[in-house]
């Protein structure tokens, strides 16, 4: 993983890619800056947000249909240039690990160093996820904090984990679920495109759940 290595073998200069991973259950306005901040502060050349197929600690538990996630996710992310959706964990089959997503993304991106960003809970297990030991030398991780969230960082290496606290995580998408689901507006806090598919197809009223 070359951190700050920005020309290849060959002469090339790499590419520097973030691979923003999360259920995105609905994608809100707490993602899109957070995933803007890191471009910034890492100067990323793009931002692949992947959402997630079955999230291995999350096997029994139920979310809105990929299909869903992944259009929302689309929508959301449209009128920026550096942002595209990847559908590679949503049309995987089982579980999907993000070891595996990372050994892909480094056989199809060879001239590019990963910058894997999610939230900082979600980080904070990574020690105990599948292939703990090879994520670092695939990815450099950038966990995204809520203002005032402190994150025990006891065992991860810190030349291969960076925090970054974004305020705009103050929205979470528990909320924004919980909120649709009382009836109350969601404008604001997710993008008015997913605003709206969201009423259209009714998520977050206890249908369209896998
Ligand atoms: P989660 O447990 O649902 O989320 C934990 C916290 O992080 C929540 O507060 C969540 O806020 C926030 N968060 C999640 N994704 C984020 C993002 N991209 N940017 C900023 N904040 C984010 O986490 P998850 O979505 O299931 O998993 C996060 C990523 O870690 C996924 O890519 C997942 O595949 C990966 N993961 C891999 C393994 C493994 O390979 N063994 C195990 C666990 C997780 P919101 O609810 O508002 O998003």
Known sequence: MHLSGYVSGNGARRQRIG?????????????????????HAFSLDEVIFIPTGVQPFKTKK????????YLMAVIATASNP???????????????????????????????????????????SIL?????????????????TRPGHVLDATGLPEEHVSLVEVPAMAISSTDCRARIAEGKP??????????????KHGLYLGVDVE
């Not at 899109?32 to 890191?38: C, H, N, W």
């Not at 550096?82 to 964990?89: D, G, N, P, Y």
């Not at 996820?129 to 966990?143: C, N, Q």
């Open 19 to 39: 691979v923003m991973g999360g259920t995105f259950d609905p994608i809100h306005h707490g993602h899109l800056v957070a995933a803007s901040e890191v471009q």
């Open 82 to 124: 550096r942002f595209t959706v990847s559908r590679l964990e949503i049309d995987r089959q089982g579980i999907t690990y993000t070891a595996d997503t990372l050994e892909i993304l480094a056989k199809t991106h060879p001239n590019a160093d990963l910058f894997f960003i999610t939230g900082s809970d979600a980080l904070a």
């Open 186 to 199: 969601a404008w604001y806090l997710v993008p008015d495109g997913v605003v709206q598919y969201i009423g």
């Open 128 to 144: 105990d996820w599948k292939d703990a030991d090879s994520l670092f030398s695939l990815a450099h991780f950038v966990g995204v």
């Open 62 to 69: 139920r979310s809105t249909s990929r299909e869903h996630r």
